[in-house]
């Protein structure tokens, strides 16, 4: 009875290189949310996915970042070009129906660090 | 004006009191709530969900939600040190889910 599944769980990368980040919701969940959080801050929305579909990227910057969820596969949150603002934490959440009747519940997280 | 807002803390209860935190949101739309515990370095963890006005209660755990008011509070009876950590108040907003920065708790032995 799986969890939330993230990896890698922490990712070093050199500024202007590409960051990949993988989400498996747990099972028998179809909906995927994207949030990051900087040291001492909150979580901020970026992206709610259902499979093959995108709902709502309104938290996600309009440029180098891009978020799917397949028909199979994992969720994968991606950061073209990383600077050192994008170090921060990247945590995956997932529901089993539709957002604000049911919880979500998060992976570990990946710990992204820009060189 | 933050659409969650919370005291940042850290708010500091002996072991044994009773910790209060509380947190206040804009959108009078929303109907969901939320509270997470965050301990350094780890993911959000769900406490508590409360969608109609009143309290819930859950073991040690109560939240408590006024519309009229715009506020959601978390009671925390017999507090431990185990519950030192932060606690991110939730509220849903269409298909997203506005977390607030969040209140450090430190419960003393």
């Known amino acids: 009875n799986a969890g939330v599944m993230q990896n890698p769980r922490h990712l070093v990368r050199r500024r202007g290189q590409e960051a990949r980040l993988r989400c498996s919701p747990m099972k028998g969940h179809s909906h995927v949310y994207w949030y990051r959080q900087l040291p001492e801050e909150g979580l901020k929305f970026m992206v709610y996915?259902?499979?093959?579909?995108?709902?709502?990227e309104s938290g996600m910057p309009k440029e180098r970042f891009s978020a799917e969820f397949p028909k199979e596969g994992p969720s994968i949150l991606r950061i073209q070009q990383v600077v050192r603002g994008d170090s921060a934490a990247y945590f995956c959440?997932?529901?089993?129906?539709?957002?604000?009747?049911?919880?979500?519940?998060f992976g570990p997280g990946t710990r992204l660090t820009v060189l | 004006q933050k659409e969650v807002e919370q005291n940042s803390g850290p708010l500091s209860v002996p072991e044994g009191a009773i910790a209060s935190l509380n947190c206040t949101y804009s959108?009078?739309?929303?109907?969901?709530f939320f509270w997470y515990r965050q301990y350094s370095g780890k993911s959000p963890e769900l406490i508590m969900f409360?969608?109609?006005?009143g309290d819930k209660e859950d073991g040690r755990f109560t939240a408590q939600l006024n519309k009229a008011s715009q506020y959601v509070s978390l009671l925390i009876r017999d507090s431990q040190p185990s519950d030192s950590a932060t606690y991110l108040c939730?509220?849903?907003?269409?298909?997203?889910?506005?977390f607030g920065a969040g209140t450090r708790l430190f419960v003393k032995a």
């Open positions: 409360i969608y109609s006005n």
């Open positions: 996915l259902q499979k093959e579909n995108i709902i709502d």
């Open positions: 939730a509220v849903n907003r269409g298909f997203k889910t506005i």
């Open positions: 959440a997932s529901s089993p129906a539709l957002q604000g009747s049911d919880t979500q519940y």
């Open positions: 959108d009078r739309g929303s109907q969901s």
